[in-house]
């Protein structure tokens, strides 16, 4: 029987762990296969990789990229080749980035795609190659799949947040998004009752779950779909508290979002990306700033929280542009607003834009979640909108939206060199800022 390890590296926990591998680990377990997963992002418990190399003792091993971590990979898969066992690689940076991969002799496998119908007969068979040879992987029938294990997860007792996807794929065309890249555009739901019988299975088998995110790429698409998982739930009597990611505004209704409050969902967080309406037509969404102001009232008037996250630095914005979409914004009236600068991924329509009229760098693709409130260096630009520029209207924009993370971060400094000074003074007199900044003076007391 070989035993399989897969990897899932990370800059920072976050307590969730990574579905696609419990996939896999579902479809190699009945087939009678012993696998072990070391998610770093799901927990800070998953032992060292030299220490699970030298315990179990993989006889193939696989490693899940995303393209912002795939340089702090590099330590791990050197480690991986060092014991001479074939290395897998997959991930949404596999299926972008694939040629660079092809070039790194110390891989010997790149996955592109869903991997679950290969997945077995790839690990039996696989060797140690001279160069990676790329696998297409087919789409697999997601119905037809088994509930992800996640048993073989390193602390996967302590699993809090359960990610329950209940779909895969998009059929949207956005411009900066890559989704469709690893997962295609294909959307395919799973029967409603198979996401129910899974929480239950959960119930039992994770009994310190206490949320639920929904996970999907797109779970508002078919919404009676939506609504008929929802009132299972319901019907279920789970006591979970739920989230919902990836919600469309145009894809939703005041029974909708009732369903999903009384499912215990709090709020829902829509997908902005620009509020400037010649940057947001390119961005290729398939709805309008109109729909989503119609979807922002719509949550609020139901009570629940609304969240919005937006992209500075798409194919033709600006720094003032980047203040019209800081104006409707606050137009929207949201509960907390996430800034982005946007990274172009390899085979995304942004990408051959900032080819054609500006300048991308593959070599250094940042962490694109706001980290802090610190700045960094974007990596693509063009001559309207420098890369200086998109720093500064990254912290306008979080100046402007009041967000607190700034309390944390070396804000000053960088206030004065973007000359951003009634910027600050109107983020620092914020009555949220300003509790934020007493409960930070407050805990430091407490330390001393």
């Known amino acids: ?3 399989i390890l897969f990897i899932n590296p990370a800059l920072e926990v976050c307590g969730v762990p990574h579905s696609g591998l419990a996939s896999l680990a579902a479809i190699l377990k009945q087939d009678w296969y012993e ?31 995303f393209s912002c971590i795939a340089g702090k990979a590099d330590k791990m898969i050197g480690m991986i080749k060092d014991k001479k066992i074939p290395l897998l690689c997959g991930g949404p940076h596999a299926a972008s980035y694939s040629e660079e991969l092809s070039k790194d002799a110390r891989f010997d496998y790149i996955v592109i795609g869903e991997a679950e119908s290969i997945i077995s007969d790839l690990v039996e068979n696989a060797v140690v190659n001279t160069v990676p040879r790329m696998i297409h992987a087919p789409l697999p029938d997601v119905a037809a799949l088994p509930f992800p294990d996640y048993s073989s997860f390193y602390d996967h007792e302590n699993i809090l947040l359960y990610p329950l996807i209940t779909s895969r794929g998009c059929p949207f ?13 294909a959307w395919r739901p799973r029967p409603p009752v198979a996401c129910i019988e899974e ?3 959960v119930s039992v088998r994770q009994p310190l779950v206490r949320e639920v995110m929904i996970w999907d790429d797109n779970f508002s698409l078919d919404i009676r779909r939506a609504k008929e998982i929802l009132r299972l739930y319901i019907a279920e009597g789970f006591k979970y508290k739920m989230h919902s990611a990836n919600v469309r505004a145009d894809k939703i209704d005041r ?4 369903l999903l409050k009384d499912a215990g969902c709090e709020g829902v ?21 109109a729909d989503i102001e ?20 798409l194919p033709y914005d600006t720094l003032k542009k980047t203040r019209t979409s800081v104006r409707f914004a606050e137009k929207l009236g949201p509960d907390h607003v996430h800034w982005n600068i946007l990274v172009p991924y390899k085979g995304t329509e942004v990408y051959e834009y900032f080819k054609k009229n500006g300048c991308v760098d593959d070599g250094r693709i940042p962490f694109t979640l706001q980290r802090n409130g610190l700045l960094f260096e974007p990596n693509a630009a063009t001559p309207e909108f420098t890369a200086e520029e998109r720093k500064k209207a990254y912290l306008t924009a979080l100046l402007l939206s009041h967000d607190a993370a700034l309390v944390q971060a070396d804000t000053f ?4 060199k973007y000359g951003l000074g009634m910027e600050f003074a109107r983020w620092l007199l914020s009555p949220k800022i300003l509790r934020e900044l007493l409960r930070a003076i407050m805990r430091r007391m407490a330390g001393r």
């Open 269 to 289: 967080q829509f997908g902005v990306e620009h509020g400037d309406p010649e940057v947001f037509g390119h961005v290729r969404k398939g709805e309008t700033l």
């Open 199 to 201: 929480l239950k299975e």
């Open 35 to 65: 696998v072990k997963v070391a998610d770093y992002h799901f927990s800070s418990k998953t032992p060292a990789l030299e220490k699970i190399l030298e315990d179990f003792k993989p006889d193939v091993a696989g490693i899940s990229l």
């Open 413 to 416: 400094e960088n206030v004065r």
């Open 1 to 3: 029987m070989r035993k």
């Open 173 to 185: 065309n956005c411009s900066f998004c890559c989704v469709k890249l690893s997962n295609s555009k």
């Open 255 to 258: 029974e909708f979002l009732l």
């Open 294 to 313: 119609r979807g922002a009232g719509l949550v609020r008037s139901c009570g629940m929280k609304l969240g919005c996250s937006f992209i500075i630095g």
